[in-house]
C-alpha cells in the first residue's frame, strides 16, 4: 500500500508567463498519522550503517515500507532516524496496516 492511497488529488489551473493556462492535477497534502495510533511490531535499536529499508525489510519484508517506520516515529526526516546521532536509540516498527 502506497502513503498516499488515501489523500485525495485536486486540479488547479496553473498560468504562464506568456498566458498559456494548462490543468494540474496534483495529491492534496498528506497529514501523517498520530504515533500513538501505530500498533507496535518491535523496537529497533539503532547501529552504526543502518537504513530504513533495510530495518523495514527486517521486520516486515516490505523495503518500501519505511515510511511506516517514519510516521510511527514522527519522522519529518528520515534519515535523522538512522544518522550518527540517531545511534544507540530506539525506533518503533510498527505493524503494517494495523493502528491502535
Given at each position: 500500500m502506497s502513503r498516499y492511497?488515501?489523500?485525495?488529488t485536486t486540479?488547479?489551473?496553473a498560468?504562464a508567463?506568456d498566458?498559456t493556462?494548462?490543468?494540474v492535477?496534483h495529491y492534496?497534502?498528506?497529514f501523517?498519522p498520530?504515533?500513538?495510533?501505530?500498533?507496535?511490531?518491535?523496537?529497533?535499536?539503532?547501529?552504526?550503517?543502518d537504513?530504513?529499508?533495510l530495518?523495514s525489510f527486517?521486520?516486515?519484508?516490505?523495503p518500501l515500507g519505511f515510511?511506516?517506520?517514519?510516521?510511527?516515529?514522527?519522522?519529518?526526516?528520515?534519515?535523522?532516524?538512522v544518522?550518527?546521532?540517531a545511534?544507540?536509540t530506539e525506533?518503533?516498527?510498527?505493524v503494517?496496516?494495523?493502528?491502535?
Amino acid at each position: 500500500m502506497s502513503r498516499y492511497s488515501d489523500v485525495e488529488t485536486t486540479t488547479y489551473e496553473a498560468v504562464a508567463d506568456d498566458g498559456t493556462r494548462r490543468l494540474v492535477r496534483h495529491y492534496r497534502r498528506r497529514f501523517p498519522p498520530d504515533p500513538a495510533d501505530h500498533t507496535t511490531l518491535a523496537q529497533h535499536l539503532v547501529v552504526p550503517g543502518d537504513r530504513l529499508d533495510l530495518i523495514s525489510f527486517r521486520y516486515t519484508g516490505d523495503p518500501l515500507g519505511f515510511w511506516r517506520v517514519c510516521d510511527a516515529n514522527a519522522a519529518l526526516d528520515p534519515d535523522a532516524l538512522v544518522d550518527d546521532e540517531a545511534v544507540g536509540t530506539e525506533i518503533v516498527v510498527p505493524v503494517p496496516g494495523v493502528t491502535g
